[in-house]
């Protein structure tokens, strides 16, 4: 995906959250190896966390990016019905949350 200049320091907003994110799963699992922040680090499925690490990881996603940028957003309504993966990776995580992100914006705008 490719970002543009104006988005820009909203996507580091996104990978921060993300990363602090990830920062109070490993302090909550401190028996279990750490989970890494690269981009391509999976996630859910095949990677580390099980469903009770993704829903603390989403939850604060969700806190942070309300807290950064004061605007609400649901990470994920309904894990059933989303066709790509974005829970795989970090790097599809952020790209989720930025699509969510957008289409909150978009909403808010046409009730203004």
Not at 13 to 19: G, Q, T, W, Y
Not at 37 to 57: C, E, H, M, Q, Y
Not at 59 to 76: H, N, Q, T, W, Y
């Amino acid at each position: 995906m490719t970002h543009s200049i104006r988005n820009f320091p909203e996507r580091v907003v996104i990978l921060k959250a993300i990363h602090r994110g990830i920062d109070r799963v490993n302090d909550a699992n401190p028996d279990k190896p750490p989970i890494d922040k690269a981009p391509t680090t999976k996630l859910f499925g095949s990677g580390p966390l099980d469903s009770l690490g993704i829903v603390n990881l989403i939850i604060a996603v969700e806190d942070d990016i309300k807290r950064e940028l004061g605007i609400e957003i649901v990470v994920v309504e309904d894990m059933f019905e989303i066709d790509d993966h974005p829970l795989e990776t970090v790097q599809s995580l952020a790209d989720h949350v930025e699509k969510v992100l957008a289409e909150k914006r978009q909403s808010m705008q046409a009730r203004d």
